[in-house]
């Protein structure tokens, strides 16, 4: 059972990157998916997440209009598609997938959710 994310990089403000976050060893399209982050000296926030299904996702106040969150259940896949990046989005990204919590209380219930990735570093330039 694991989550791989990818794409992560150096990027310079007002530029965009995208996500990715591939599952395996588990019935993907079960699990609602989201992304964190951690910047260096803070606490880890939540950024987005989406239903299983992909018909319901749910955003930090800090990324709404910026970023998109998406899934391919076919290629048990989630993405982050971030636009107008700014320095404050320099972090370390996660995602998770969890079968139980409702993306309402996602946030907040991190430190319930079943499966985490290693994370991809994202750095945006000034």
């Known amino acids: 059972v694991q989550l791989v994310e990818s794409g992560g990089g150096l990027v310079q403000a007002g530029g965009s990157l995208r996500l990715s976050c591939a599952g395996s060893g588990f019935t993907f399209d079960d699990y609602a998916v989201g992304w964190f982050r951690q910047a260096p000296g803070k606490e880890r926030e939540g950024v987005s997440c989406i239903s299983s299904r992909g018909n319901s996702t749910n955003y930090a106040d800090s990324v709404k209009g910026r970023f998109t969150i998406s899934r391919d259940n076919a290629k048990n896949t989630v993405y982050l598609q971030m636009n107008s990046l700014k320095p404050e989005d320099t972090a370390v990204y996660y995602c998770?997938?969890?079968?139980?919590?409702?993306?309402?209380?996602?946030?907040?219930?991190?430190?319930?959710?079943?499966?985490w990735g290693q994370g991809t570093l994202v750095t945006v330039s000034s």
């Open positions: 998770a997938a969890d079968r139980r919590v409702w993306i309402g209380r996602w946030f907040e219930a991190q430190r319930y959710l079943e499966v």
